[in-house]
């Protein structure tokens, strides 16, 4: 049982991002990266995402770096890789997942209740929005394009609120990506 990185090459965010794996268990995945320091909003399915000022710390955790194929072949062995073709069934049903946990309908596009995990990144469409909430004791972040966006993730966590409070007497964490229909 290992925990694998390869060499950060994806920018984003103004910084360069590498893949940390297991070739055998998430639950092994989760902690290597807990010990790394790796925030859990990091985790994408079936990887973390870390940025090369992470890498002393994934050192220090037990993560062996490998190359970008050799990562690519460990984690299609270990029968955890989620394909790039079934990301977007595997995010619905994660949603789905979550949004019956709270009571929510309909379930918008991209859900996740608590810490564990991200959204997809916000659509350019009209009316689009991300809202994340990492502690109930913060505003929550909403990115819209627009006016309609800003209004629909408002309205969105006054219901999230509501339902999780009414679900498990606090209130909403988690993040969520839509794009409403006009």
């Known amino acids: ?8 090459r994806w920018p984003r965010h103004g910084m360069l991002w590498g893949h940390l794996i297991s070739d055998t268990s998430l639950a092994e995945l989760h902690e290597v990266a807990a010990r790394a320091g790796l925030p859990p909003r990091s ?3 079936d990887h973390y995402d870390w940025p090369t000022a992470a890498r002393d710390a994934l050192a220090e955790a037990g993560a ?4 970008d194929g050799e990562l690519t072949r460990i984690l299609i062995a270990s029968g955890l890789r989620i394909k790039l073709r079934d990301r977007p069934a595997a995010r619905a049903r994660r949603s789905a997942e979550h949004a019956a946990e709270l009571g929510l309908d309909p379930v918008p596009r991209d ?3 608590g810490l564990l995990g991200h959204v997809d990144p916000l659509p350019a469409d009209s009316g689009a929005f991300r809202l ?3 502690d109930t004791t913060s505003a929550p972040r909403i990115e819209a394009h627009d006016g309609a966006g800003r209004r629909a993730a408002e309205a969105l966590q006054v219901r999230l609120e509501d339902l999780s409070r009414a679900r498990t007497g606090r209130g909403f964490v988690g993040q969520v990506m839509d794009v409403p229909e006009h």
């Open 132 to 134: 994340t909430r990492d």
């Open 111 to 113: 859900l996740i209740v």
């Open 1 to 8: 049982m290992s925990v694998f990185a390869d060499t950060p």
């Open 43 to 45: 985790f994408d399915l």
């Open 64 to 67: 062996v770096f490998v190359s």
